[in-house]
């Protein structure tokens, strides 16, 4: 079930816990304050590569890490973020059409939970 009005620190426990499941829900909450997390890892993480300078390949080497790890279970949340707004996760592959494709999908994350979105759960 989704947790409306999510804290901080459970969205992200939420997020790891449920590394790769891809049935049922995930409330705006969930959603935006881990894609809040994520973004300010990359920006840390980006910051300290370009302090390093030119050695900044152990930085790069751990970024791309954290990448490969967060890909799996992000596609996971965003996948139940779109059952929640009772929309098949198949929609995420409007990404793949440029511009007006993350518009689409931009639209579909932000809408609130629909109870019909409730089909998707287990």
Same mark, same amino acid.
């Given at each position: 079930?989704?947790?409306?009005?999510?804290?901080?620190?459970?969205?992200?426990?939420? *997020?790891?816990?449920?590394?790769?499941?891809?049935?049922?829900?995930?409330?705006?909450?969930?959603?935006?304050?881990?894609?809040?997390? +994520?973004?300010?890892?990359?920006?840390?993480?980006? +910051? #300290?590569?370009?302090?390093?300078?030119?050695?900044?390949?152990?930085?790069?080497?751990? +970024?791309?890490?954290?990448? #490969?790890?967060?890909?799996?279970?992000?596609?996971?949340?965003?996948?139940?973020?779109?059952?929640?707004? %009772?929309?098949?996760?198949? %929609?995420? *592959?409007?990404? *793949? #059409?440029?511009?007006?494709?993350?518009?689409? #999908?931009?639209?579909?994350?932000?809408?609130?939970?629909?109870?019909?979105?409730?089909? *998707?759960?287990?």
């Amino acid at each position: 079930m989704p947790y409306y009005g999510a804290p901080l620190p459970v969205a992200v426990q939420r *997020f790891f816990t449920k590394y790769a499941v891809f049935s049922g829900r995930a409330s705006r909450a969930e959603y935006w304050w881990w894609f809040l997390v +994520s973004y300010l890892i990359n920006i840390a993480l980006s +910051s #300290l590569s370009r302090i390093d300078g030119a050695t900044g390949t152990t930085f790069d080497v751990i +970024s791309g890490i954290w990448g #490969l790890a967060i890909i799996v279970p992000s596609l996971a949340l965003l996948w139940r973020r779109l059952h929640d707004a %009772n929309h098949s996760g198949w %929609n995420f *592959f409007w990404v *793949f #059409l440029p511009i007006i494709g993350w518009i689409i #999908l931009l639209v579909y994350v932000i809408q609130g939970p629909k109870p019909e979105g409730a089909r *998707f759960d287990s």
